[in-house]
T-cell receptor, first 119, second 113 residues
Framework: AQKITQTQPGMFVQEKEAVTLDCTYDTSDQSYGLFWYKQPSSGEMIFLIYQGSYDEQNATEGRYSLNFQKARKSANLVISASQLGDSAMYFCAMREGPGSGAGSYQLTFGKGTKLSVIP | KAGVTQTPRYLIKTRGQQVTLSCSPISGHRSVSWYQQTPGQGLQFLFEYFSETQRNKGNFPGRFSGRQFSNSRSEMNVSTLELGDSALYLC????????????FGPGTRLTVT
């Protein structure tokens, strides 16, 4: 079974509108981390937001927020007030285990969602 | 602080050759990971290094190897290149005490002909 599922291969959003990118995950670990990265056509992966499995509050970073629903194993990214520069591939990723100390920091990525912002 | 740097940015090699890619992490970051990105397989984990020790390795053949130096810089090597090795190779670094953010470099785009 896939550990990270992104069901939307492509999304369109009007400039200045909000958009939600879906991500579901599968893990039996109690301690894990969820990440969203943006990858423009240049190829660089840009870190957007992080949510730890024990974090009670949903993570927010500027226009990005992560809608974390632990029981449903979903970690959707919400981008508010979309801008033309938001057009890119977006990847959801998961680190299983605490990631600190001697633990591994391996990330498992979803297939990505291509977001296109329309002027 | 300067970000993660990777050299070279682009590389064209012939089947059967070998290649070495380099990654310099963010200053102070001692953990470096490598990923391969292809259109078919997506992003796949290659290795993770901390303090010159390989902590974890992904499901790749032995042709893929890596190492980390005392200054935290890392290299990965692919021997006997195959056409399927054509990919974007991404390096990421993090502060090991931080369980959250991991920062990626711009990648090396390898084309095998």
């Amino acid at each position: 079974a896939q550990k990270i599922t992104q069901t939307q291969p492509g999304m369109f959003v009007q400039e200045k509108e909000a958009v939600t990118l879906d991500c579901t995950y599968d893990t039996s670990d109690q301690s894990y981390g969820l990440f969203w990265y943006k990858q423009p056509s240049s190829g660089e992966m840009i870190f957007l937001i992080y949510q730890g499995s024990y974090d009670e509050q949903n993570a927010t970073e500027g226009r990005y927020s992560l809608n974390f629903q632990k029981a449903r194993k979903s970690a959707n990214l919400v981008i508010s007030a979309s801008q033309l520069g938001d057009s890119a591939m977006y990847f959801c990723a998961m680190r299983e285990g605490p990631g600190s100390g001697a633990g591994s920091y391996q990330l498992t990525f979803g297939k990505g969602t291509k977001l296109s912002v329309i002027p | 602080k300067a970000g993660v740097t990777q050299t070279p940015r682009y590389l064209i090699k012939t089947r059967g050759q070998q290649v070495t890619l380099s990654c310099s992490p963010i200053s102070g970051h001692r953990s470096v990971s490598w990923y391969q990105q292809t259109p078919g397989q997506g992003l796949q984990f290659l290795f993770e290094y901390f303090s010159e020790t390989q902590r974890n390795k992904g499901n790749f053949p032995g042709r893929f190897s890596g190492r980390q130096f005392s200054n935290s810089r890392s290299e990965m090597n692919v021997s006997t290149l195959e056409l399927g090795d054509s990919a974007l190779y991404l390096c990421a670094s993090r502060d090991r005490g931080n369980s959250g953010e991991q920062y990626f470099g711009p990648g090396t785009r390898l084309t095998v002909t």
